[in-house]
Structure formats: structure tokens, C-alpha cells
């Protein structure tokens, strides 16, 4: 743990654990959905805000245990990263990536799952292989939702053909962990493909529930720059003139590298956008407030994490299916190296940290910044997440002094404008999703 980061902790969270409002309007929520399932059934409830993002609302007074669970477990309020006895001698610990067992760059097998598969189709194929070898039971992951594409819903799935449904990124909301107490309750052997958040709300809970543990048999992460609201989506729709209940499909990517944004309607128009052009005006990337201070976007606690890998520069154009593929853990390397055995999993070559920081420079760029933005918003007088093993002030020590006053004085200014923060959890009128 870094020196600087020893000094995060600025809330008293022991005495005072936050409510679900002001987990929410804080904007520390991702809307995992984790806080719903533990608590008892019917206290809380995910609702679609009129921004477009998922969101809890406690439908009666939460009493103090509860509270105390959700602050333990929320990844809003805790983030832990790697437990140092977890590595093995030979791990690499870097200051930015963290712990590093095997750096590849590698995709799929399997010719079509690569290619329907985000960028190399390497989780998927790993999913499918986890489900094959009988390693596990079932894979815990996200789709699209059949009676609504343009959204999210979890997926529970028990062969090759359901991975693949699952198959490409969702860049909109995705609450991962919102029947998480039902999946231990079926007590399986099972693995989560996940954002990294949604990671470190499992492991958080692992220190409470021993089933996480003893049946969560491997946890893999995609590298995440940040999930956006609905409305992103939204505006898409808006682009063509469509409205959500024509949609037969909404794919963000996939079928190539990164692929094409195709929108299918139940009356058989298509269109599409390049990644390019959905992503070309950052004011309308609508990334949530809580990606803005991820300590860990880069799945320090997975098993083994998967990011893109554009080797051409970025994604202006269709590149060859490719990821890069860090391997975290002994588990995740024994996985790996089983998947690549079977043909399972390609590797195209050994890849190292220069590289993968020079295809993912944002995500090195906000690790070093995440220090200095907490920093800012505790003293906007905001309350930040626990941040520990993260190595944030470390991080932080690779800027300048000026870039972290820069950092940290923009956050405090943004926070005392309220625009790190959010308005009040509600329902979109006449549209609630996912209540459960
Ligand atoms: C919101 C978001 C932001 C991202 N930002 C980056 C980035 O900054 N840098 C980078 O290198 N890569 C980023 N990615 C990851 C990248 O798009 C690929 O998902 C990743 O490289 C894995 O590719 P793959 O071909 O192995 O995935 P696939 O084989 O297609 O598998 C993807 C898996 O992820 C699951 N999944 C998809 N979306 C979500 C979601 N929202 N929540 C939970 N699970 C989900 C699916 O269920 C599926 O199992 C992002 C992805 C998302 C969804
Ligand atoms: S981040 Fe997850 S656990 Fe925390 S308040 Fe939001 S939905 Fe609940
Ligand atoms: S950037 Fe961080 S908080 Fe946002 S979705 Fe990705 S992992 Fe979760």
C-alpha cells in the first residue's frame, strides 16, 4: 500500500456507514446491484433514473447492520486491491498494472468466436472453457436483454452457445450482482466475467460470506474504461429516428474488431455506426461519475483480466481480432494455460507493460490520477471510497506535483459545483427496469 494511500480513509465509515442516497448521490454508485441482494427481499429496489443509469432506492428504513453490510461490501464505499499473499514468487507487481503472472497478446480459438466476440473473443472462449473442462457449473455474466435489446441483464449460463449470446461489450448500465445472494444459494461452482468493479464488490463480500469463496471459482475482468448511462444509447436512437420498443437488436460492438454499432428493428430496417462514430464527441461518452475516480479499472483483483489491443494505433479501422491478456493469479494461470492447451485460447505473443501502457495510456493517465481526485473531493468535504493495496499514492508520485494539483484542485472544484455527484435515486415515470 502506498504511504499517500494510508491516509484515504476520510470518513469515520465505522461510526457513520452511508446511506443508499448518499452512496448514490455522492456518486460513488456504479449500480451493481450488490447492495439489493443483500439486503432482505423487497427492501431495495433497482430502478432505471431518468439519466440512464441503474440505481437502489430502499424501499423501507434500512436498519444499521444492513447499512454496515452495504458499506462493507459496496464498491462505491471499499476498494480493496490484491491481497499481497495472493501473488506467487515469480508475479511482477507493477506500481500501475499491478500483479502480473503472464503479459499476452491472444484471442480465441474458435474462428467465430473471435469474431463475434468483442476484440478477440478471449473471455468468451474462456467461458466456454471453464464450462467444457467442468470446472465450473455455470458462468455468471451479462447480455442483452431479449424483450429489450438496447438493455442489459444478467446471464447464468450453462453451455458454449449462452456464453456466446453474451459475447461483446455493453457499454450502457449492466447491474451484474443483482440476484448475486441467489447464485451462492444454488451452491455450484461457478465463475464471473464482470467489470472490475463488480469484482471488487464480490471479493468485498467474500470477507463476509464464505460461499463466495468456496464456490466463486474464478473471477475474470475486462479492462474498463468506464460504463456510460442508457441515454447514450439513447442518443443513438435518436440519430435514426428510432424508438426503443422497435428494437430487435442493439449490439455496441462485436463481429470484428471492434466492430460495427448495428441496430436491428423488429421490421427488418438495420442500421449502423463505426466505433468511431459513436465515440467521436467525448461530451457525449456520458461515462458515469464513479469511472471518473476508479482506482481500479484494470480488474487488479481478477483472475485474469482482458483488454483491447488495437495494434494499429486505435480503432479507426476493423482490426485483426486481438486482446491483450493479463493473467493476475496462480488460478488464472493454470486457467490460461489449460485454455491454450486445448486450442481453446491462441496467443499471438508475449506482450509487456510498455506496451499494454502505450495501447491503454487513458487507463495508465487515470491511475495516476485517481490519488489526487479522491484527494480533491474529501476536501470538497464529499465522502470517498476506502481505497487500500492500490498503490494510489504511488501511482500518484509518477505525475508532477503540478499535474496533481491540477488533478486534485479540478476535483474539488467539480465536487463543490455537485457535478461529481448525482440527483436523488427515482424511477423513470412509467419505465422502471429490473425491479426485482
Ligand atoms: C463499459 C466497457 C468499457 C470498456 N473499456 C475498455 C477500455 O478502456 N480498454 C480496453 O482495453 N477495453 C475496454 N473494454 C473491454 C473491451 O471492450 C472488451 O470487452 C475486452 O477487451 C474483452 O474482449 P473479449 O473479446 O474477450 O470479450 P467477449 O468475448 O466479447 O466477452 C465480453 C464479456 O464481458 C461481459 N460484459 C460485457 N459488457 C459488460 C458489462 N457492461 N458489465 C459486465 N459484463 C459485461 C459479457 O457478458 C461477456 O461475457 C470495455 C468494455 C466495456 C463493456
Ligand atoms: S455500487 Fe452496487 S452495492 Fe453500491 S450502492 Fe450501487 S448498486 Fe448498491
Ligand atoms: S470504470 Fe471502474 S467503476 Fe466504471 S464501470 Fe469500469 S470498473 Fe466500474
Redesign the pocket.
Known amino acids: 500500500m502506498g504511504l499517500l494511500e494510508a491516509n484515504q480513509d476520510t470518513m469515520p465509515r465505522a461510526a457513520h456507514p452511508l446511506s443508499l442516497g448518499e452512496i448514490v448521490e455522492n456518486g460513488l454508485c456504479i449500480g451493481c446491484g450488490l447492495c439489493r441482494s443483500i439486503a432482505t427481499p423487497d427492501a431495495i429496489e433497482m430502478v432505471m433514473t431518468p439519466e440512464g443509469r441503474e440505481r437502489p432506492v430502499a424501499r423501507q428504513a434500512l436498519d444499521r447492520p444492513t447499512l454496515m453490510r452495504i458499506n462493507a461490501v459496496c464498491p462505491g464505499t471499499r476498494i480493496a486491491g490484491p491481497p499481497p499473499a495472493r501473488s506467487g514468487e515469480t508475479t511482477l507487481m507493477d506500481t500501475v498494472w499491478g500483479p502480473v503472472e503472464r503479459l499476452v497478446l491472444g484471442r480465441a480459438g474458435d474462428p467465430s468466436v473471435r469474431f463475434i ?9 474462456l ?1 466456454q472453457f471453464l464450462l467444457s473442462s467442468g470446472r465450473v457449473k455455470f458462468v455468471l ?3 442483452a436483454s431479449h424483450s429489450q435489446p438496447m438493455r ?1 441483464e444478467t ?1 447464468l449460463s450453462f453451455d458454449a452457445a449462452s ?1 456466446l449470446e ?6 450502457g448500465p ?1 447491474a ?1 450482482l443483482v440476484d448475486f445472494g441467489d447464485i451462492l444459494d444454488r451452491g455450484e461452482p461457478f465463475a464471473l ?3 472490475p468493479c ?1 469484482i471488487t464488490a464480490v471479493r468485498n463480500l467474500a470477507r463476509l460470506d464464505p460461499r463466495v469463496d468456496e464456490y466463486m471459482r474464478y473471477a475474470l475482468a ?6 456510460s448511462d442508457l441515454s447514450k444509447s439513447e442518443q443513438v436512437l435518436q440519430r435514426f429516428g428510432l424508438a426503443e420498443d422497435e428494437l430487435a437488436l442493439f449490439r455496441h ?2 463481429h470484428g474488431n471492434p466492430g460495427l454499432n448495428r441496430i436491428e428493428t423488429r421490421d427488418g430496417r438495420a442500421f449502423e455506426l463505426s466505433y468511431r462514430q459513436l465515440w467521436e464527441d467525448e461530451d457525449k461518452w456520458m461515462i458515469q461519475p464513479r469511472c471518473k475516480i476508479c482506482p481500479d479499472a484494470i480488474g487488479q483483483v481478477a483472475d485474469i483480466a ?3 489491443a488495437w495494434l494499429n494505433g486505435g480503432p479507426a479501422v476493423e482490426d485483426e481480432a486481438l ?2 491478456i493479463i493473467v493476475r493469479t496462480r488460478r488464472g494461470l493454470e486457467l490460461f494455460d489449460a485454455a491454450v492447451e486445448t486450442g481453446a485460447l491462441e496467443i499471438k505473443r508475449e506482450t509487456g507493460i510498455a506496451e499494454i501502457s502505450e495501447l ?1 495510456s ?2 495508465v493517465r487515470k491511475r495516476r490520477a485517481v490519488w489526487a481526485r479522491l484527494k480533491g473531493m474529501a476536501i470538497a468535504g464529499k465522502p470517498v471510497p476506502f481505497v487500500t493495496d492500490l498503490a494510489l499514492g504511488d501511482c500518484a508520485l509518477q505525475n508532477s506535483l503540478a499535474e496533481n494539483l491540477a488533478e486534485g484542485r479540478g476535483a474539488r472544484d467539480r465536487a463543490h459545483r455537485g457535478r461529481l455527484g448525482e440527483p436523488p435515486a427515482a424511477p423513470r415515470k412509467s419505465r422502471t427496469v429490473q425491479s426485482c
Not at 117 to 125: C, P, Q
Request: net charge positive; proline share 0%; hydrophobic share 30%.
Open positions: 466476440g468483442s476484440g478477440g473473443g478471449v473471455l468468451t472462449a467461458g455474466h451479462v447480455a442489459s446471464r456464453m453474451g459475447a461483446g461489450s455493453r457499454y449492466a451484474t466475467i464482470a467489470k463488480d475486462f479492462v474498463c474504461g468506464g460504463a460492438r462485436g482482458v483488454s483491447d486482446n491483450g491503454q487513458h487507463q
